[in-house]
């Protein structure tokens, strides 16, 4: 491996230059422990990745049902806020906004 660092006087900038031989290292590659190794190191990212999947899929399931029971709480409350006559204009617009903002986060 060569590490050359040139600078020009009438350059402000260095230039660096380097060469790195990657042959050793797809040899080993080719070899039975070689290929166990690069194996093994996709084995664990596959498993990195079917991890952040299942994750993410048990996060959005949580989200929906939290809009679910968000949206009948707001309809029920509106409900019932509407027969006792206690519904009033502030209300309608928290309740607006909060479904909005529901409907609307995607």
Same mark, same amino acid.
């Given at each position: 491996?060569?590490?050359?660092?040139?600078?020009?006087?009438?350059?402000?900038? =260095? !230039?660096?230059?380097?060469?790195?031989? *990657?042959?050793?290292?797809l040899? @080993?590659?080719?070899? %039975?422990?070689?290929? !166990?190794?690069? $194996?093994?190191?996709? #084995?664990?990212?596959? %498993?990195?990745?079917k991890?952040?999947?299942?994750? $993410?899929?048990?996060? =959005?399931? *949580? !989200?929906?049902?939290?809009? *679910? #029971?968000?949206?009948?709480?707001?309809?029920?409350?509106?409900?019932?806020?509407? @027969?006792?006559?206690?519904?009033?204009?502030?209300?309608?617009?928290? *309740? #607006?906004?909060?479904?909005?903002?529901?409907?609307?986060?995607?």
């Amino acid at each position: 491996m060569t590490n050359l660092i040139t600078t020009d006087p009438s350059d402000s900038q =260095a !230039e660096v230059d380097e060469s790195i031989d *990657f042959n050793p290292f797809l040899d @080993y590659l080719q070899t %039975d422990k070689g290929h !166990e190794l690069a $194996s093994r190191t996709i #084995g664990i990212v596959e %498993d990195i990745k079917k991890a952040t999947l299942e994750k $993410s899929s048990d996060h =959005a399931k *949580f !989200e929906k049902w939290m809009q *679910f #029971g968000v949206i009948i709480v707001v309809v029920l409350a509106a409900s019932l806020l509407s @027969y006792f006559g206690k519904f009033e204009t502030s209300i309608g617009v928290l *309740f #607006g906004t909060l479904v909005g903002y529901i409907f609307g986060k995607r």
